[in-house]
């Protein structure tokens, strides 16, 4: 069991942190969800162990840092390398502030017990860093909070130990820098597309969680969308181009054309539509490029018999797909 490890096995990966908890960190190790992780800082503050692991996934580069205390409760927040360089000089601040300090008196400490606030934005995401005094000491908290809900998460280093978090965020940040990685291009613009009394709008956006796209279909007095993370757009269109030549084999295209196209783009059934066959739905190399095409039997013959015959698919009779 781990808390029976009371040794270093570093030759072979593994380090014992205290009995407790153990990190193996080979070069390029996976973790979960495709994540690296590239090094790892352990720091004993007083009562508490800080954890600072240098991270590495699709999205770019960061680093968890988790406090456990001493009844092993754990929190943790999450910091993008540049969040950590910004993080690392407020530090060096409120170091100099609280050596100015006197003796704590319990007699002139703030009604909330702030001493000194900063705040800090990256993306969706604010940190507050709040120097704080109360019956045992002082301390610095350091909450993340994300926009739009989601958990609040904070953690709190003893005042004494600031200039110590400091250094080891240094070392970790003078080693691997404070690029957060990640995209960097230019995202594709916007495209809107109108079918019958529908308009649908392709949106490229990004956030601390990556790329997406968002649909948006609008009719009056009606909205809706969905997000599709980037990652995931080959298989978007690929389900598409599936369903369209499967509707195209069976005989039963759908009838008419979408005149107005995508953003500029020639719609199904105008001038440019690829005669071949369908076009993919979001293009290659994960570009929304264009949209699905089902050619529609020729002459009036061939309309009257499809009518005349049932339906193969029942469910496209559906309202959740008109």
């Not at 590495?56 to 968890?64: A, L, V």
């Not at 690392?88 to 400490?109: K, Q």
């Not at 995401?125 to 926009?147: A, C, H, M, P, W």
């Not at 993370?229 to 979408?258: H, I």
Request: charged share 25%.
């Amino acid at each position: 069991m781990a808390s029976e490890r009371t040794i270093d096995d570093s030759a072979n990966g593994w380090t014992d942190t205290m009995g407790r908890i153990q990190y193996w960190h080979p070069e390029g190790q996976q973790g979960q969800q495709g994540e690296q992780e590239l090094a790892t800082k352990m720091l004993q503050i007083q009562s508490k162990r800080f954890y600072l692991d240098v991270k590495q996934n699709k999205r770019g580069r960061f680093i968890k840092v988790a406090e456990i205390g001493a009844d092993g409760r754990r929190s943790q927040i999450f910091l993008a390398l540049s969040t950590a360089s910004e993080f690392r000089d407020h530090l060096s601040t409120f170091s100099d502030y609280y050596a100015s300090l006197g003796p704590p008196n319990p007699e002139n400490v703030p009604d909330d017990g702030k001493l000194k606030s900063e705040m800090m934005v990256k993306d969706n995401r604010r940190y507050y860093l709040d120097l704080k005094e109360n019956s045992r000491g002082r301390f610095l908290r350091v909450s993340q909070t994300i926009t739009r809900g989601g958990p609040r998460t904070q953690i709190a280093i003893p005042a004494q130990g600031m200039i110590e978090f400091r250094d080891a965020l240094t070392d970790l940040l003078e080693e691997f820098g404070t690029d957060d990685g990640g995209f960097k291009g230019d995202l594709p613009d916007g495209r809107y597309m109108r079918v019958d009394n529908k308009n649908f709008y392709f949106d490229i956006g990004q956030n601390n969680r990556g790329i997406y796209m968002r649909i948006s279909e609008v009719k009056t007095n009606f909205r809706t969308a969905i997000t599709v993370p980037e990652k995931s757009w080959a298989k978007f269109r690929d389900v598409f181009a599936d369903y369209c030549e499967k509707m195209k084999e069976g005989g039963s295209g759908l009838a008419g054309g979408m005149g107005s196209g995508v953003g500029g783009m020639p719609g199904i059934g105008g001038s440019g539509s690829s005669p071949g066959g369908p076009t993919n739905v979001l293009g290659n190399d994960n570009k929304a490029q264009g949209v699905a095409q089902v050619s529609s039997p020729s002459g009036a013959s061939q309309q009257q018999q499809q009518q005349q015959q049932p339906n193969p698919n029942p469910n496209l009779d559906s309202p959740l797909i008109k």
